[in-house]
C-alpha cells in the first residue's frame, strides 16, 4: 500500500516534529538561532528550512522545543531555550541554574497560541556556562515541535 501524506488526507493538519543529535547552532552568551537536521514527523514538506519554520495554515498551536546544553555551570549562570514568531521571543525555559559540569536540558513549553499562514517560528539559545559550550548528542533533549490545536 502506497503511503498518502496526512497533508492529503486533512489539508486543515499541521504538525511537525524535528530532532538533533546534536543540533546546529552557537552556544553563548547571546541569542543564537538552533537548527534541527533530523525530520520525526511532517505534514508539510519544506516547511522547516535553516532553522526557520514557517506555519502553513492559520490556528492556535502548541509550541515545544528543548535543548540539552553543555558547559561548566556556576550558581545562577543561565542555559535558556526561547521560541521566537516573527522574529519576536514570545516564551523561554526556566534560566537559573544550580553549579554543575552536567548537561542541562532546557525545555520550552508554549500552547494556545494563534499563528497564522506565514508566520515564522524560530528557537533561539543563550547559554552563560564556561566554554567549551557544547549541545549534547541526545535527540531526547534536542527537539522542536509544532502542532495545530484548533482553529
Do not use: C
Not at 553563548?28 to 519544506?46: D, K, M, Y
Amino acid at each position: 500500500m502506497a503511503r498518502v501524506s496526512q497533508k492529503f488526507m486533512n489539508p486543515s493538519l499541521e504538525s511537525a516534529w524535528y530532532s538533533g543529535t546534536p543540533p546546529t547552532g552557537t552556544l553563548s552568551a547571546t541569542q543564537n538561532l538552533v537548527t534541527f537536521g533530523t525530520v520525526e514527523n511532517e505534514t508539510h514538506p519544506g516547511a522547516y528550512s535553516g532553522g526557520t519554520y514557517t506555519v502553513q495554515t492559520s490556528g492556535t498551536f502548541t509550541i515545544i522545543a528543548a535543548t540539552s546544553q553543555r558547559a561548566t555551570y556556576a550558581l545562577g549562570n543561565q542555559a535558556i531555550t526561547y521560541i521566537y514568531v516573527n522574529g519576536n521571543a514570545v516564551a523561554l525555559s526556566n534560566p537559573l541554574l544550580p553549579a554543575t559540569t552536567n548537561p542541562v536540558t532546557s525545555t520550552v513549553p508554549l500552547s494556545s497560541i494563534k499563528l497564522v499562514a506565514g508566520n515564522t517560528v524560530q528557537i533561539k539559545t543563550f547559554n552563560s556556562g564556561t566554554a567549551p559550550r557544547t549541545f549534547d548528542a541526545v535527540a531526547i533533549g534536542n527537539y522542536f515541535s509544532i502542532t495545530k490545536t484548533g482553529p
